[in-house]
């Protein structure tokens, strides 16, 4: 199948993964609408391509706004929602009514606009902490955060709407996306700090925690074509790297990256936040079998990539030179 042509809407698609679907739509030749409220999300991230989108300012929140963004689409990815774990266990009203009571506008805006598939960007912690490692798709759900709740009700309604009233739902569980335009989570959050102390790195937790990257140009070609994929209708899909590391070892592989070895004194605080979870280490057979999907992008290459960005479009220097 072809997307030439197609007309996509992307909720959210000023934020980090909605930006990079948006270029990865418009390269492989869709029409494209972005949603977004811009409460995390950043024009900017879209600056590159404002003459060839159609960019609407507005909230899921709102019923009426979300039926006119999907009003006439063929394809919707709904990304916009609190993406934020520590910031749901601070707001967990404002999370709820984005996440599930928005995903609810978005899935009925869709069957009433008869659009032919809807993708919803999911989460990992849906899972909460593994019972069996690694996750496959059937892992029991029991979040263990605000937000990871309001996912699993943004997902769970989508596939209750698939069943009773036929919506074309499928939902991508996102583990760990990462890459360029990264504004938060652990990754920036690790080279942020080295940029403002490149001797010392406190890292949150005691380095044992488990995560599971996956570079956001992969993450977005599997929901481009679960999007498109017969077999991923009434789906959840998993979506990552299936190379879990510690964070200890994504700490090494940082400062060796910057060149940072042996300069850097790095401490561990023991405990995380509120909401994280431990261990995040996916099954991603089914994934491979329903989209033939392999991330293309290995973790040193992606973090390199992540690392010249931010040189370039920020001036950081790690301690070093320009
Ligand atoms: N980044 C990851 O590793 C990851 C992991 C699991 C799941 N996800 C999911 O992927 C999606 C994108 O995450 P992200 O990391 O790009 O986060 P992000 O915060 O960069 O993107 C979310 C976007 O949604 C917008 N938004 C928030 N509430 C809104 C509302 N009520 N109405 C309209 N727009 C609203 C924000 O302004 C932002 O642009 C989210 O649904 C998130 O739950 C991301």
Redesign the pocket.
């Known amino acids: 199948m072809s997307w030439n042509g197609t007309r996509a809407l992307v ?8 930006s990079h679907l948006v270029d990865a739509l418009l390269a492989a030749g869709a029409r494209v609408t972005v ?7 950043r024009l900017a991230n879209l600056r590159h391509m404002a003459d060839h989108i159609t960019f609407i300012e ?4 709102d019923e009426a706004t979300a039926v006119s963004a999907v009003r006439g689409q063929e394809y919707v990815f709904h ?6 774990v520590p910031q749901s266990v601070k707001d967990p009203r404002t999370d709820f ?3 599930a009571l ?1 995903s609810y506008h978005v899935w009925r805006a869709c069957l009433a606009a008869g659009v032919a598939r809807v993708v919803f ?5 849906v899972y909460g902490e593994p019972l069996r490692r690694p996750m496959d798709e059937e892992h029991p759900l029991r979040p263990i955060s605000p937000y990871g709740a309001s ?1 699993v009700a943004g997902e769970i309604l989508g596939f209750a709407y698939y069943h009773t009233y036929g919506l074309p739902f499928t939902a991508m569980r ?5 890459g360029e335009r990264l ?1 938060r ?1 652990v990754i920036y959050d690790l080279l942020a700090k080295l940029e403002r102390s490149p001797d010392d790195l406190e890292v949150l937790g005691d380095g044992r925690q488990v995560r599971d990257y996956c570079y956001v140009a992969d993450t977005c070609r599997a929901f481009l074509d679960a999007a498109q994929c017969e077999g991923a209708l009434g789906q959840a899909i998993n979506v990552a790297g299936g190379h879990p590391l510690t964070i200890a070892d994504l700490v090494a592989l940082l400062l060796r990256l910057l060149r940072l070895e042996g300069r850097t004194h790095v401490h561990y605080t023991g405990s995380s936040w509120q909401g994280d979870i431990k261990a995040l280490h996916a099954d991603t057979g089914k994934a491979q079998r329903l989209l033939g999907f392999t991330p293309q992008v290995p973790m040193e290459e992606g973090l390199s990539r992540v690392i010249a960005w931010l040189r370039r479009e920020r001036g950081w220097t790690f301690g070093g030179q320009l």
């Open positions: 909720t959210g698609g000023a934020g980090f993964v909605g949603l977004d409220n811009l409460s995390a999300g507005g909230d899921v929140r990304l916009a929602a609190n993406a934020d009514e984005s996440n928005g960007s999911s989460s990992a912690a996912k996102i583990f760990n996306a990462y504004g989570y």
